[in-house]
């Protein structure tokens, strides 16, 4: 399984960004996908995912500001991040997950992409 990520950036306080990941090869079987960040000297934690029944989690840190989305039909997931802070700069990854029956089979991370809120 590949995972490309795309759409980080340099973005003023409060503004938007929006990330893709796209996600190929032997994707039978994948059903979570979600982002993750890691700032610099933290330990790298959850943005938002969807679960294995479908449903959204989201850090509270993020609730309300980014939007998690996705296109099965282009096996894509999206990250629209609104009112960014300074506090969002982080490499933000692409994760995907397959299970089969609720039995955890493995996971997979994309390369990263940078995210940069500054003014």
């Known amino acids: 399984v590949q995972l490309q990520a795309s759409g980080g950036g340099l973005v003023q306080p409060g503004g938007s960004l929006r990330l893709s990941c796209a996600a190929s090869?032997?994707?039978?079987?994948?059903?979570?996908m979600g982002w993750y960040r890691q700032a610099p000297g933290k330990q790298r934690e959850l943005v938002a995912t969807?679960?294995?029944?479908?449903?959204?989690v989201y850090a509270d840190s993020v609730k309300g500001r980014f939007t998690i989305s996705r296109d099965n039909a282009v096996n894509t997931v999206y990250l629209q991040m609104n009112s960014l802070t300074p506090e969002d700069t982080a490499v933000y990854y692409c994760?995907?997950?397959?299970?089969?029956?609720?039995?955890?089979?493995?996971?997979?991370w994309g390369q990263g992409t940078q995210v940069t809120v500054s003014s």
């Open positions: 994760n995907a997950e397959k299970w089969s029956d609720y039995v955890f089979i493995a996971t997979y």
């Open positions: 969807f679960t294995t029944g479908g449903s959204t």
């Open positions: 090869g032997s994707i039978f079987r994948i059903n979570v």
